[in-house]
């Protein structure tokens, strides 16, 4: 089977940006052909990756595949003109260069983070009767509309033209892959029959995320001196809400054994350093991003991991991909949210799920688990259980592929 792969984020890029190639990569080790259309490499800093330049077309082998990589205006700030700018110039692009990359395929699948990444998937079904399945990361509109994203004078405009845009892309789309469960029930609910919507949880890189021995090296590298280290490692973005992991720590600054590891970066990255040292927070360390490859040893230094969302209703239905590689490393966590994400870790033992946006909680359940170091490593290991169960590649990646080849069916019918 080609498959045709669009997503505007793609290796080397990082977070949840490397989501998109751990999937081009399963698809590719069950013998299907996958080319990848994308953008030029920025996230999370908005900054364009060394050896990539402002070009209107690059071509790369990577992994095996053919990576075609369209223009964009690189920027990952918070201002929504910037995101809006972002967003659509990928879109527009992609459009262009889909025109002789998506023509041949048998089915083109679509990392939908932003909504506006299916506009080339469109385009090649219109032009050349290609079928299309979108895979449902984050649920449009409401990641624009519920967050803050548009002023409110703009939002409902925008939110009519978003949902209109949602709309047309489930009808035109042959199947709907989703990775959460919320989701289908949301899509549904826009008149989407549930027949045409499966349940397709990412999975995480198994090479890199599984349990591993803390390294004690890299600990004091990294400045980590108590016994007991909660850390949060990804994107410091807006969503995460972050502010609320400081204002825990403060709570709990009188704890000699507990400490605080943040590692990565992002938009955030700055006003939290600022809150921290004016709060002279001596139990938190920020540790910049790491190499994807190191992540194995960098989680195996947390002894509980942190889950931390705003709590909008949009994050009750989706499952951050921080949550799936936490569980493969078999590491404890704890999560400040409610929903999907919720589930899974009550379901799976992996640790204790805290109220968002109550730091007097998250300080209440890191304590408990300080205080039970036993009972929480054994969390750890119950979410690795959980993982190979439920959300490992061959699970998961088997499923997509049946989602595919029921969509591709569609053309192979139409050729006869």
């Not at 230094?301 to 490393?329: C, E, M, N, Y």
């Not at 699970?395 to 595919?404: D, E, I, M, Q, T």
Request: with cysteine; aromatic share 8%; glycine share 8%.
């Amino acid at each position: 089977m080609k498959i045709g792969y669009v997503t505007q984020w793609f290796d080397p890029e990082t977070g949840s940006a490397a989501t998109p190639g751990i999937i081009a990569r399963a698809l590719n080790a069950r013998g299907h052909d996958v080319e990848v259309l994308t953008g030029l490499p920025n996230y999370p800093e908005g900054r364009l990756y060394d050896g990539y330049g402002l070009v209107p077309y690059q071509r790369e082998e990577r992994d095996g595949m053919t990576v075609h990589r369209s223009p964009l205006i690189p920027t990952h700030e918070s201002r929504a003109i910037s995101r809006i700018l972002n967003y659509s110039s990928f879109a527009a692009g992609a459009t262009a260069v889909g025109a002789r990359v998506l023509r041949h395929a048998d089915v083109v699948l679509v990392h939908s983070t932003p909504a506006t990444v299916a506009v080339p998937a469109l385009a090649a079904k219109a032009l050349y009767g290609v079928p299309f399945v979108p895979m449902i990361q984050d649920l449009w509109p409401d990641t624009v509309t519920s967050s803050g994203f548009l002023a409110d004078s703009s939002t409902s405009g925008v939110e009519r033209t978003l949902h209109r845009f949602c709309d047309t892309v489930y009808r035109q789309a042959a199947r709907i892959a989703v990775i959460s469960p919320g989701m289908s029930d949301s899509i549904q609910r826009r008149g989407i029959p549930p027949e045409k919507i499966t349940f397709t949880p990412n999975w995480v890189d198994e090479t890199t995320f599984y349990p591993e021995s803390k390294d004690d090296e890299l600990r004091r590298s990294f400045g980590l001196t108590r016994d007991f280290v909660v850390m949060y490692a990804g994107n410091f973005g807006e969503f995460q809400a972050l502010d609320l992991v400081l204002a825990a720590a403060e709570r709990l600054r009188t704890r000699s054994d507990i400490q605080f590891a943040l590692v990565g970066g992002g938009v955030m990255e700055q006003a939290l350093k600022r809150i921290s040292a004016e709060k002279q927070l001596d139990n938190v360390v920020f540790v910049p991003s790491q190499p994807f490859s190191a992540m194995t040893k960098v989680l195996a230094l947390g002894d509980l991991h942190l889950v931390s969302l705003q709590d909008l209703p949009l994050f009750r239905i989706t499952l951050p991909s921080k949550l799936q590689a936490t569980l493969a490393a078999g590491r404890p966590l704890v999560g400040t949210v409610r929903g999907d994400a919720a589930t899974v870790i009550e379901d799976s033992g992996a640790g204790l799920t805290s109220t968002p946006e109550d730091p007097d909680d998250l300080a209440r359940a890191v304590a408990q688990m300080a205080d039970d170091p036993e009972g929480t490593a054994a969390m750890g290991r119950a979410g690795r259980e959980y993982y190979e169960r439920v959300f490992s590649e061959d699970s998961s990646a088997g499923r997509l592929v049946s989602v595919l080849e029921m969509a591709a069916s569609e053309r192979k019918r139409g050729r006869r």
